[in-house]
C-alpha cells in the first residue's frame, strides 16, 4: 500500500489504489518522516467526493491566550502555501497545539512533488517554533512586570516573526463594526421563506439536500456513528441580478439553526473591501473584513476579480483568506460568487482553496 522514497529521507508515499478505495465514512491515517520530523497526514473523501490528503506538522503545545492566538492569525498570512493555525481540540483545558497544515487533491499528488511539500511543511515548522519562542519569552517578560523596553527587544530579535502590525488593535470604524445577528429562525420557517423566491429551482433543490445531509450526519454523531465531513463554503456561479445575495442571507440563517455557525449573519465584501494599495496592508484588510464575518457567512460577490491583475495584491487577499478559513474552521462560512468560467480560475488561484469547496451551486438566469 505504501513505498519508500530513500533519496528523499520520506518514508511513505501515496498509492492510486488507497485513493481509489477510499470509503466515505472512513479516514485512513498515516505518518511521513523526512529529515528526522514526522508529519502526521489523514486522507479522506470531502461532501463532493473529491479525496483530499492534509498534512500536520506539529510545532508545540501553547498556551491558549490572546496573544498566541494574535500572532498564529497573523503568521498564517505570511506563510507561502501552507496554513499555521491553533487546534484546541488536540490540546487540554487552556492548552491548544499549534499545526503548520496543507491540504491537496490525493489524486495529483505525484512522488517528486509530495517530496518538495513535506520538506516545505517541514522547514515552516522549524521557523514556527523559533518564532513562537519569542512571543513565550516576551509574554514571561510581561508578567514578570518587565519593562516595555525590554519586551520590545526580545519582540525584534527576530523581526520575522515580530508581531509587527500593532496597528490591527486599533478599533475599526463605525461602519466596520460587526453586523447584527439575525432572529433565529427554524429550518422549516427558512426552508419555506426560500422557496418562496421565484424560480432558483436548482438552487432550492441544493440547498435543501445540503441541509438534510446535514441533519442526517448529525444525527449519526449523535448516535456515535461515522459522518461524512461536510463543507460550509460555497461557490454561487451565474449572471448578475439572479438572486445570490439573498440565496446568501438564508444560507447564513439556515446554517445558525443547524448549529453549524454561532450568529449566521452576513458580511458582503468585494475586492475594495480586501484588497489595500500598499503591499502588506491586504492582509490586514481582509483579515478585519473575516473577523467581521466570524460567526456567520463571508460573501465575496465578483471573487475572481482577486485573481488576473498585474498586481499581487489579490493574490495576498487569496493567501490569507486560506490561512483565515483554516484557522477559524466551525466559526466561518466563505461563499464565492461570480461567472462560472471566471470562478474556476479564481479556485485555481491557490493550492488549497479548491479543497475547501465541496459544493457549486449553479444560478439560473
Known sequence: ?????????????????????????????????????????????????????????????????????????????????????????????????????????????????????????????????????????????????????????????????????????????????????????SRDEILNDLDGLVGLDSVKSTIHAFATTYAINQERRNKGLAALESSPHLVFVGNPGTGKTTVARFVGELYASLGLLPSGHLVEVGRADLVAAYLGQTAIKTTKACERALGGVLFIDEAYSLTGRRDDYGTEAINTLNAFMENHRHELAVVVAGYPAEMQKFLNANTGLR???????????
Open 1 to 185: 500500500m505504501l513505498s519508500h522514497l530513500d533519496a528523499l529521507g520520506v518514508r511513505y508515499v501515496i498509492n492510486p489504489r488507497l485513493v481509489r478505495g477510499l470509503d466515505y465514512y472512513t479516514k485512513t491515517t498515516f505518518e511521513f518522516v523526512i529529515r528526522g520530523e514526522s508529519l502526521s497526514a489523514r486522507l479522506y473523501r470531502r461532501f463532493n467526493g473529491t479525496p483530499v490528503l492534509v498534512i500536520d506538522a506539529f510545532v508545540d503545545n501553547v498556551p491558549v491566550n490572546p496573544s498566541i492566538t494574535r500572532w498564529v492569525a497573523t503568521r498564517s498570512a505570511k506563510f507561502p502555501f501552507a496554513t499555521i493555525h491553533l487546534d484546541r481540540e488536540r490540546g487540554v483545558r487552556d492548552i491548544g497545539a499549534v499545526l503548520v497544515s496543507h491540504s491537496m487533491l490525493a489524486e495529483e499528488v505525484q512522488p517528486d512533488g509530495l517530496g518538495e511539500i513535506l520538506g516545505a511543511i517541514t522547514w515552516m515548522a522549524r521557523r514556527a517554533r523559533r518564532g513562537l519562542e519569542e512571543v513565550l519569552e516576551r509574554n514571561e517578560l510581561s508578567e514578570r512586570g518587565q519593562s516595555a523596553e525590554t519586551a520590545s527587544e526580545v519582540a525584534e530579535s527576530d523581526g520575522e516573526f515580530t508581531d509587527d502590525n500593532d496597528d490591527d488593535d486599533e478599533p475599526d470604524d463605525e461602519h466596520q463594526a460587526r453586523p447584527e445577528s439575525p432572529r433565529l429562525r
Open 355 to 365: 479543497s475547501r469547496f465541496d459544493l457549486t451551486v449553479r444560478f439560473d438566469d
